[in-house]
């Protein structure tokens, strides 16, 4: 199994900056990548931004320019700096790990943004 542990998640207003962090642990080998998706109240969970193993970031349209996701592999974490966020980035974010077929989740952080 795979455990996952995410903090950073916070009240924040419009145009403000958050940092989210997700530490993963347990059977973590052969991972090919860790990511972030959110889920807005009444919405469904949708990606946000991944991170293969080999470093190669991916980002939602609605993110790009705003946000980046990074990854320290002597950690094993991967972080998400969210920059200019807007009311509409308002939701539960989980921490993902995939590996093949196979995905892990994280119990997920709230991030709240204000107007």
């Known amino acids: 199994q795979v455990q996952l542990v995410e903090s950073g998640g916070g009240l924040v207003q419009a145009g403000g900056s958050l940092r989210l962090s997700c530490a993963a642990s347990?059977?973590?080998?052969?991972?090919?990548?860790m990511g972030w998706y959110r889920q807005a109240p009444g919405k469904q969970r949708e990606l946000v931004a991944r991170?293969?193993?080999?470093?190669?970031?991916y980002y939602a349209d609605s993110m790009k320019g705003r946000f980046t996701i990074s990854g320290d592999n002597t950690k094993n974490t991967v972080y998400l700096q969210m920059n200019s966020l807007k009311p509409e980035d308002t939701g539960v974010y989980y921490c993902?790990?995939?590996?093949?077929?196979?995905?892990?989740w994280g119990q997920g952080t709230q991030v709240t943004v204000s107007s």
């Open positions: 347990g059977s973590i080998f052969s991972i090919n990548g």
């Open positions: 991170i293969t193993s080999g470093g190669a970031p």
């Open positions: 993902n790990v995939f590996r093949g077929r196979d995905n892990y």
